[in-house]
């Protein structure tokens, strides 16, 4: 790192002053130019306001706020204001996750911060003045895609990007800003001093072209950075190089070129997560082809009809099938009321240490998801509920007689429930799954909490056997999106979208041992809930599923290897499970790294763990995939919070983290603001936002 701190000799103060002379100075500088971003210059502005009305005076001891504009550079390598995820150059096919009536960037009563509010449109409201409008600078498309989206559509992610980088113009204005943009890389960060300042020393930005950004906060919102290369991918880009075959890597959608796949031919497909469906999305529009509705079927079932220019696509992974899909945004809903996994039972265990989450924690979370499923199911379908299943006669007998009335009619099992007495007794996950053995008679509705992450169990299948279990998921899928208040598929989802945030917030207190915290609730519990409540749009998962019933998509089968295969000359996908074997000249990633730091090809934060100015989170001595910075409080006296952690452990105030990257230390900031719910987002904005309004005020003053 270029400027050290020790500024004992001439020479080196006279360096460092050099370099700060040709250094640009700003009152702070953003690395990352998303979400975070923007929502910390919404809360900036806003206490700006709240303080230059007169409304509050700044704390005793501090300075007044500063008269002039501040300025402000963002630095984002593709797009200032919407950031990568939500490019507003990415293809329209390439949708949210989550509702038009799901996001937001300014806080409500419901989160927790000592900033003053700051009223603006969610992006609903945005998309209905965009449509009043009747023009936007970035294109008629804006306007076209708010005019036929309603509140529980799912929106594009360029259109959300827009109404991003909209919130930042208005930030902008509302604060008087000076902002300066930088399209471009981050690569270093080095201390500077500058004369005749004698308040917080600065710190420069250090850009891929040598450019310095300077100012006395940093604020690091990178958002999902990605991984280098790991030695297979470096060793499958080499071989396709040698053997003239085509790869696509792993990595965002809206950075790599999916387009001009060979028509007819085999192409091999790794990732079955939200990108798969994202690259299908912009796939169909390539190929050009159509859907129709089938006749006649109850869930809505499409047909696909092929133009002739689609490929085979055989596609695997670990799991071997895709996330479950998100229910009809219109269709009835029903809420979950937990019997076990209740909110002062995880209230209780955050006051613990060193739980063990798979044998104190997911217990108790199995046993909603069996209730759920199990009641869900004797609605659905109550031949399939064992009559006499619990053991002992009185529950037998007694069980006959409540399933049966005066005229011997079959009444509902859900209001029996006779498998609530064996899951009270149930205290491991195996205990959960003989209760699910023991209670479902019909093999077509068996299913176990194991079936999760192995939905043969680990057993090895035939390919038609495999092709009837696919058949299977087909017809779960258009059920539970359709009835999703009915579907015990659908129930399963509901659980876990409901209680997986209240888990990750046990690890975040520090309730979860250090070895449970990464093997476990970041491991295969996150996971599981990404496939269970993360799913993509039902529209959007009803065109797969016709692709699907067509054969242009071919799931090859669990636990999916691919290599590159010498002998051939070509990849080669395998299913350990189906013992299914294709070869292929294309194999296509439509997977990519969940932000974990350790191996991020983000060169900034590579730059500080290797210089030791940052460090990966530790827990109980085990490391995890995030940096580690200080956790915050959201009291107005409180000055610090989110501040970057070196190796050494000293505490850098001068750099505030934001978001992913950080995410053991601050948790559900990676999830969006919503509005009338708690936003560890929009709370971490405003507690960035008064830091670099107090650093800002004590530099310009100092």
């Keep these: 790192m270029t400027g050290s701190s020790d500024r004992s000799d001439a020479a080196s103060t006279t360096h460092v002053t050099r370099t700060a002379r040709a250094a640009q100075q700003f009152d702070a500088v953003f690395v990352g130019g998303g979400p975070r971003a923007v929502a910390t210059l919404i809360r900036m502005a806003a206490r700006l306001r709240h303080e230059l009305d007169g409304a509050v005076s700044a704390d005793e001891g501090d300075p007044t706020p500063a008269r002039r504009p501040l300025r402000i550079a963002i630095v984002d390598a593709l797009e200032v204001g919407s950031g990568a995820t939500w490019l507003t150059t990415q293809p329209a096919q390439y949708l949210n996750n989550t509702t038009a009536s799901a996001t937001t960037l300014f806080p409500d009563e419901s989160t927790n911060m000592s900033g003053p509010p700051s009223p603006g449109p969610d992006l609903v409201d945005w998309m209905r003045q965009v449509a009043d409008a009747g023009s936007h600078p970035a294109g008629d498309w804006v306007v076209e895609e708010a005019r ?68 006395p906060t940093v604020v690091l919102a990178q958002g999902m950075v990605q991984s280098l290369p790991d030695t297979e991918v470096a060793g499958l880009t080499r071989f396709a190089d040698e053997h003239g075959l085509l790869y696509v890597a792993p990595g965002m959608p809206a950075e790599r070129d999916f387009t001009g796949l ?46 002739g220019r689609e490929p085979h696509l055989v596609a695997g992974s670990r799991r071997g099938m895709p996330y479950r899909t998100k229910p009809i945004p219109y269709a009835e809903q029903r809420d979950v009321t937990p019997r076990w996994a209740t909110p002062d039972w995880f209230e209780e265990l955050s006051h613990r240490r060193g739980l063990d989450f798979a044998t104190e924690v997911w217990p108790t979370i ?138 990750h917030r046990l690890g975040a207190v520090g309730a979860i041992a250090g070895t449970s915290l990464v093997r476990d609730l970041q491991g295969w519990f996150d996971a599981d809930g990404l496939f269970l409540a993360s799913g993509p749009p039902s529209v959007r998962v009803r065109k797969v599923l016709a692709l699907i019933d067509a054969g242009v998509i071919d799931l090859l089968g669990p636990e999916t290897v691919v290599r590159a295969d010498a002998d051939s000359g070509r990849f080669r996908a395998e299913s350990l499970i189906t013992r299914r074997a294709v070869e292929s000249g294309v194999l296509v990633e439509t997977r990519m790294s ?21 460090r990966i989170h530790q827990v109980d001595g085990v490391t995890t995939d995030f940096i580690e910075a200080t ?65 800002a005020a004590r530099v310009q003053l100092g």
């Design 366 to 503: 199995a046993k909603e998801i069996a209730d759920q499923y199990l009641s869900a199911l004797a609605a659905w379908r109550p031949e399939a509920i064992a009559a006499a299943a619990a053991p002992g006669p009185e529950r037998s007998a007694g069980s006959e007689q409540a399933m049966t009335g005066t005229s011997g009619a079959v009444k509902s099992w859900s209001a029996v429930k006779p498998w609530i007495a064996d899951l009270e007794s149930a205290r491991t996950a195996e205990d959960v799954e003989r209760v699910l053995t023991d209670h479902v008679v019909d093999p077509r509705w068996s299913w176990n909490i194991a079936d999760l992450r192995r939905p043969t169990r680990g057993c090895s299948v035939t390919s038609d056997e495999w092709r009837e279990f696919v058949a299977a998921i087909v017809e779960d899928e258009l059920a539970s999106m359709s009835e999703p208040a009915r579907h015990p598929r659908a129930a399963v989802n509901r659980v876990m979208s409901m209680l997986r945030g209240s888990a």
């Design 148 to 215: 036929d989206l309603r509140a529980l559509d799912f929106t594009s992610r360029r259109l959300q990007g827009v109404y991003y980088r909209d919130q930042l113009a208005a930030a902008i204005e509302a604060g008087g800003f000076e902002v300066e943009q930088f399209v471009t890389t981050a690569h270093d960060l080095e201390p500077v001093e500058v004369e005749p300042f004698s308040g917080d020393p600065l710190t420069a930005v250090v850009l891929a072209d040598g450019t310095r950004l300077a100012a």
């Design 594 to 614: 969940k932000g974990r730091v350790p191996d991020t090809n983000d060169p900034l934060l590579r730059s500080l763990l290797d210089s030791g100015r940052a």
């Design 631 to 695: 956790r915050a409080e959201a009291a107005e006296a409180v000055r610090t919070g989110h501040n970057l952690v070196a190796a050494s452990g000293e505490v850098d105030e001068s750099v505030i983290v934001l978001g992913i990257p950080a995410s053991t230390t601050q948790p559900g900031s990676a999830i969006g603001a919503t509005p009338g719910l708690p936003s560890p987002l929009l709370a971490g904005a405003d507690i960035a936002a008064k830091q670099v309004l107090r650093r």
């Design 262 to 307: 060979p028509a007819g031919q085999t192409v091999i497909v790794r990732g079955l997560g939200a990108n798969f469906f994202d690259v299908i999305g912009g796939l169909i529009a390539e190929w050009g082809g159509t859907f129709e509705p089938v006749a006649g079927d109850p869930h809505g079932r499409l047909r696909y009809l092929p133009t």
